[in-house]
């Protein structure tokens, strides 16, 4: 191994031994060449980690591999920060421990820093275990923020698409190293949440571009370390207080460079949907589909919500009354619509055996409902609108109210 090796992987660990076990031996499968170092940082581990960390990367990576231990938990980003100041290598790759690396996932992600000098970071294609998208960008509305096409096959013709994006996520991410160190890192006060994305819009900051390769794939359990969401609120309002003045939405933006319809839901939040045309075109094709062929059909094109609701009069037709409830419930939580849970909650008295879902569907219509009614909020989305000088969004935003004022 090289003295400067030019590419630092860094891990930053906590318990889940088996994860990590997993993933390290990935790594080793999948990272060809010597020109790499591995340093992991553990938070102060109090499982099998302790003991087997080392005895592994000893038999995996030889003396490539660094091993830190904490005497106790600093969270992903001062571990993470601290592994890269631990390396001389050009560049830093950070990586959770709850991933699972592919043949020749580094390459692309180093040619694309290699030439490209405006670009600050860059990730793989994160998938999930079943091959769909887990991550390829962060996208923003007014009212929070997305895995942009998440769950859909990797297959889409969208997914392998380059697109630069606001923020991406740290759970794979390269970047110079001499770049991070000179922004300080991750801003330390994050518990395990928020600090990749404040490092990406610092970047920003500084002209800098971030991307996803989708030519690089890696596996993402995603949220396997113990209590990832506990601190998600402090999170959100901290990075509110240091971030909000740099973010603009522009899930509508990549939805239209795309081909597709962004709308408002009753949450007075954006989505996006097939052009009407798509939509129509597959409603005609779906009429003489068998049920599995339907299924196959939306697997293909998941913006497709009218298909789904399709399907599930299909199913309520056939008495498959639990595996309709499933997919109308799917379908009211991703539309964010009244009339999506009154569909839902039109089954009531055929499905007695979910009165759980029955009440939060309740809960969930009684809150849009009186979300879609705040004209207040309506106005507010549609002064930023105005300040950001989107055409979009005002127009969006301004049919809302005027609806608002027909009494619908």
């Known amino acids: 191994m090289p003295s400067t090796p030019s590419l630092a992987i860094v891990i930053a660990l ?10 390290l031996e990935s790594l080793a499968a999948t990272t060809g060449g010597s020109d790499y170092e591995l340093i992991l940082v553990d938070n102060a581990s109090t499982d099998e980690t302790a003991t087997g960390l080392a005895p592994l990367c000893r038999t995996l990576f030889g003396p ?12 992903f980003g001062p571990a993470s920060t ?5 390396s001389t290598a050009k560049y830093v790759f950070f990586l959770n421990n709850d991933t699972k ?7 692309p992600l180093l040619n694309a820093l290699d030439n490209d000098p405006g670009l600050g970071a860059v990730g793989p294609l994160l998938l999930y275990p079943d091959d769909s998208v887990q991550h390829l960008g962060v996208a923003f509305t007014m009212g929070h923020m997305v895995h942009l096409y998440q769950h859909f096959p990797h297959t889409h013709p969208l997914v392998g698409k380059k697109r630069s994006f606001q923020c991406i996520t740290a759970a794979a991410l390269l970047m110079p ?3 991070f160190l000179s922004l300080g890192g991750f801003f330390p006060e994050y518990a395990n949440g928020y600090e990749d994305l404040d490092l990406c819009l610092r970047l920003r900051s500084l002209g800098k571009r971030l991307t996803v390769e989708p030519a690089s794939r890696i596996y993402h359990l995603e949220g396997q370390s113990s209590g990832r969401k506990a601190n998600d609120a402090e999170n959100a309002r901290l990075f509110t207080r240091r971030c909000a003045r740099l973010l603009s939405p522009d899930l509508h933006i990549h939805g239209l460079r795309d081909g597709l ?5 009753d949450a007075l939040d954006l989505e996006l949907s097939l052009p009407e045309k798509d939509e129509e075109e597959l409603s005609q094709k779906a009429s003489a589909l068998s049920v599995p062929d339907l299924h196959r059909l939306l697997a293909a094109h998941p913006l497709w919500l009218s298909g789904k609701r399709l399907l599930a009069a299909r199913l ?3 008495q498959m009354i639990p595996e309709a409830l499933a997919l109308l419930a799917e379908v009211a939580q991703d539309s964010q619509t009244c009339g999506d849970y009154r569909a839902l909650l039109a089954l009531e008295h055929r499905a007695p055996f979910a009165a759980s879902l029955f009440q939060a569907a309740r809960e969930e219509h009684a809150r849009l409902d009186a979300t879609r009614k705040n004209a207040h909020l309506a106005k507010k989305r549609l002064n930023q609108a105005m300040e ?8 969006l935003y301004t049919g809302h109210i005027e609806a608002l004022g027909q009494g619908r």
Do not use: H, M, V
Not at 261 to 265: A, E, S
């Open 261 to 265: 319809r962004p709308w408002l839901d």
């Open 64 to 75: 490539r591999a660094r091993i830190f231990r904490l005497e106790q938990n600093r969270n």
């Open 388 to 395: 950001l000088r989107d055409k979009t969004l005002i127009s």
């Open 101 to 107: 690396l592919t043949k020749d996932w580094a390459p």
């Open 14 to 23: 906590f318990n889940n031994w088996a994860l990590t076990a997993a993933c």
């Open 316 to 318: 309520l037709a056939d």
């Open 177 to 179: 190293r001499d770049l």
């Open 82 to 86: 601290l592994g890269a100041y631990e």
